[in-house]
């Protein structure tokens, strides 16, 4: 027997931004369809037109193409089984909706919004543990079920508002399997007889999906853990439309939670905690809100992706380090965890520290003139591969080369005095100002150079380094922390360290007055 291809999709719908939530989803189906050799099919599923929001779509594709997941087939790259936007395919699932309808597995369904709201309320005071419109129900409603041809054909003809509702049987155990969660099984009691088609001519997403799901022959469906309470109404369509035996395999994946783990992880958490959750930056077209994406927070793709696969999945091993090649190698549906993921984010700049010194200086740099320059500093790739090199290690990203980097510009604009006047004794005067001028003797200013050359004068004058060190750095830099001084002090070069010192010491002069 030939095997079926493996073909899975991510099929977002572009109602606004897309969670990492979804861009997680995306990436689980790629790994998959890579793993075992088959295609990863992007659709969009737009049929809700309330809901539709201008950009989004572009902005998934953006996102996902940034992140280096690109489809097989998407409604941008084409592919045999499209259309891959369900509002082009609109006239295929009307003729699925009607061969339910025409195998008595659907019904037309005429109750307005006051209606469904009335039979809320009767059953809500009757306390009836049921408030779906189903087997239990759906005899008390306006329907093809309760009415006669004669009156479902005149309501159809007058174009009245209608919708078609599956006809769930009675009282049935519905039974599947998903990869992660084992055996499911869901009695019908418990479910509504959802809406599958609205007179607008637009499938639901119900419909729409499984219709879809078929048609592109989609072997495996992995999608978020909020689908799982559709997914035997799913069944009982493949059922219905005669598609059991290509009815895919089903793998719900776990909610992404909070950092403390109570409940699922928001867009608003992101805004709180000061973290993105959304790939890129994405401004509301109805508010013009921004949402702060990885991209523009400086992440790099391929740590956003290590971090996301980890986030529910592992391989088993203690293993955290990642490429999307091993990935690949690595992936199984049965590895996913059940029970949800809590995000870290403080492992996510982990592991953009770790991705970020695996890029060379030279890359850096030259990704940094830029915008060193659009900042106003006057400089070269050659000076900014130096500073790279001496501040890539103490970086999470990218700009925080940038942010560390004044020092390397400006002279000073203010000192830590606080640090200063503690560490400060009169006697160090004569010696710094005696450290300054070994400084102008010296023909090579490279950091071992100045290193030997600081601590041999030290020594001569009996100061322990250990107790200058600081106030040195302060007079450098203005501030009591940072990468090697002698390296600091080798990359701004002999004239401008001793220009440095000399304001240094002016200001120490004045504040020992005061
Ligand atoms: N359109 C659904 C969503 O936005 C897809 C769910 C599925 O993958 O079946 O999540």
């Not at 050799?37 to 996102?63: H, K, L, S, W």
Request: proline share 5%; glycine share 6%; with cysteine.
């Amino acid at each position: 027997m030939s095997q079926r291809k493996t073909r899975v999709r991510f099929a977002p719908s572009p109602t606004g931004t897309l969670h990492i939530g979804g861009v997680r989803t995306a990436l689980y189906n790629y790994l998959f369809a890579h793993k075992n050799n088959g295609d990863f099919i992007i659709r969009i599923e737009d049929t809700d037109q309330q809901r539709f929001v201008e950009g989004a779509e572009n902005y998934i594709m953006e996102a996902l193409n940034w992140l280096g997941i690109n489809p097989t087939e998407s409604p941008v790259h084409g592919g045999p089984f499209g259309p891959y936007r369900q509002s082009e395919r609109k006239e295929i699932y009307q003729k699925y909706a009607q061969q339910l309808v025409d195998s008595g597995n659907a019904y037309y369904a005429f109750d307005t919004a006051a209606e469904l709201e009335e039979m809320r309320k009767r059953l809500v005071e009757a306390k009836s543990s049921n408030q779906q419109y189903n087997a239990a129900t759906r005899m008390e409603m306006r329907n093809s079920l309760t009415l006669n041809v004669e009156e479902v054909n005149q309501l159809l003809e007058a174009h009245k508002p209608y919708v078609i509702r599956i006809k769930l049987p009675e009282n049935e155990n519905v039974h599947f399997t998903d990869i992660i969660r084992g055996d499911i099984s869901v009695n019908t009691a418990n479910m509504d007889d959802k809406v599958l088609f609205k007179s607008d001519g637009m499938p639901t997403y119900h419909l729409a999906n499984v219709v879809d799901d078929y048609l592109m022959e989609i072997s495996h469906v992995i999608r978020g853990e909020e689908w799982l309470p559709s997914a035997p109404l799913h069944v009982l369509l493949y059922r219905y439309l005669g598609w059991e035996d290509k009815m895919p395999q089903f793998s719900h994946l776990p909610l992404i939670l909070k950092p403390d783990g109570n409940g699922k992880l928001s867009k608003r958490d992101g805004d709180r905690l000061g973290f993105p959750v959304v790939p890129l930056d994405w401004t509301d077209p109805a508010t013009g809100n921004i949402t702060n994406g990885y991209r523009e927070h400086g992440y790099l793709p391929k740590a956003v992706l290590n971090f996301l696969a980890l986030l529910g999945w592992n391989d088993g091993t203690e293993k955290e380090v990642f490429s999307l090649e091993e990935m690949i190698a690595s992936f199984s549906l049965e590895r996913i965890n059940k029970s949800g993921a809590k995000f870290d984010f403080e492992k996510a700049k982990w592991f953009n520290h770790h991705y970020l010194q695996l890029m060379s200086n030279d890359e850096l740099a030259a990704e940094l003139l830029p915008k060193f320059i659009a900042n106003g500093y006057s400089t070269t790739e050659e000076y900014i591969l130096k500073i790279v090199g001496l501040l890539k290690e103490r970086s999470n990203f990218t700009d925080d080369i940038l942010k560390q980097s004044t020092f390397f510009f400006d002279p000073p604009a203010a000192y830590d005095d606080a640090i200063l006047s503690k560490k400060w004794k009169p006697q160090f005067m004569e010696v710094f100002k005696g450290w300054k001028d070994t400084f102008t003797e010296m023909c090579d200013f490279t950091p071992s150079q100045i290193e030997v050359n600081s601590k041999m004068y030290l020594e001569n004058r009996e100061v322990g380094i250990g107790s200058v060190m600081q106030p040195f750095r302060i007079l450098i830099t203005g501030v009591s922390n940072g990468p090697s001084v002698f390296e600091i002090c080798s990359i701004l070069g002999q004239s401008e360290v001793i220009a440095r010192m000399e304001t240094g010491l002016n200001h120490i002069a004045k504040l020992e007055k005061v």
